[in-house]
């Protein structure tokens, strides 16, 4: 068999044209622009491409979009400081720290500086513990987007056997929250986890997140199986593949995020997603 492909590019699309007029008739209603604050700490060059993205893609929508740049060797103290500041900001209605962090500084001191109403992120304790209780958060953008896409498919999840491989803080572990949310029965993954094999086999609805190019191969997977692949990995002669094998898992699954083309391109339309529930208050 050859497994439906669920297209991400096409979905991102959708969202974006639902996600423009929503941001339009929010202007019109309360008289301002939703604003995104970037806060980033200079000397990554994957976080300046994505950056440079979301930038883009807020300029597309009609939404504003800040930076706060800050030098590779600030201290912890002024990149605290900045993220209050910017919190405290009326007219920043979500912030967003560019992570990874340099190595000199906490990222958990950092967050916890951020007003989690602003969190578009989805990564501080407060929106965390309101997801695990199942109440209303700003979710992470990656796992929302996977949700969202099965959404769009159809896929049911009511009841149906799922795992997620990676327990991730801002992947794997919300999805899994997710996943019971719309009333799976979930197991989650890691590298401890003995025979993965033998619990993927038994799983309806498989989301992967470890990091670990082709980690999960076509005879790990139940026949008719649901996958989603959110790995991005880079190998030597510049291909972009995930954490599934796709070539064998296509021929398996029931249906399949490709990589690229799957989840990816629904995270940053799920972070502007963010930014105008945080402006709505």
Request: proline share 5%; charged share 20%.
């Amino acid at each position: 068999m050859s497994a439906l492909l669920l297209d991400g590019r096409q979905f991102a699309q959708e969202l974006k044209g639902e996600l423009q007029a929503e941001i339009a008739a929010f202007k019109q209603e309360r008289g301002i622009v939703p604003q995104l604050v970037v806060v980033q700490v200079q000397g990554d060059s994957a976080s300046e491409r994505y950056v440079r993205s979301i930038r883009k893609l807020c300029d597309n929508l009609d939404m504003s979009f800040r930076l706060e740049l800050l030098p590779a060797d600030v201290p912890q103290s002024v990149l605290n400081e900045t993220i209050a500041t910017v919190s405290a900001d009326a007219s920043a209605h979500g912030v967003l720290i560019q992570m990874p962090l340099p190595g000199h500084l906490s990222a958990d001191q950092a967050v916890m500086h951020l007003d989690y109403r602003k969190d578009v992120d989805g990564v501080h304790p407060i929106n965390v513990g309101l997801l695990a209780q199942g109440r209303a958060a700003l979710v992470p953008n990656t796992p929302a987007g996977g949700m969202a896409l099965l959404k769009r498919y159809g896929i049911d999840l009511r009841g149906k056997r799922a795992a997620v491989v990676g327990r991730s803080a801002v992947v794997g572990r919300p999805m899994a929250l997710l996943l019971l949310r719309a009333d799976a029965t979930v197991t989650v993954c890691h590298s401890r986890t003995p025979n993965l094999a033998a619990v993927l086999h038994e799983c309806d609805l498989v989301a992967v997140a470890a990091g670990r190019a082709g980690l999960v191969t076509g005879d790990m997977l139940r026949p008719g199986a649901v996958v989603v692949d959110f790995g991005i990995n880079v190998r030597d002669d510049g291909q972009i593949v995930g954490d599934v094998d796709f070539a064998s898992a296509v021929e398996v699954a029931g249906a399949i995020t490709p990589v690229p083309g799957g989840t990816g391109p629904v995270t940053n339309v799920m972070l502007l997603r963010n930014v105008l529930t945080a402006a709505r208050g």
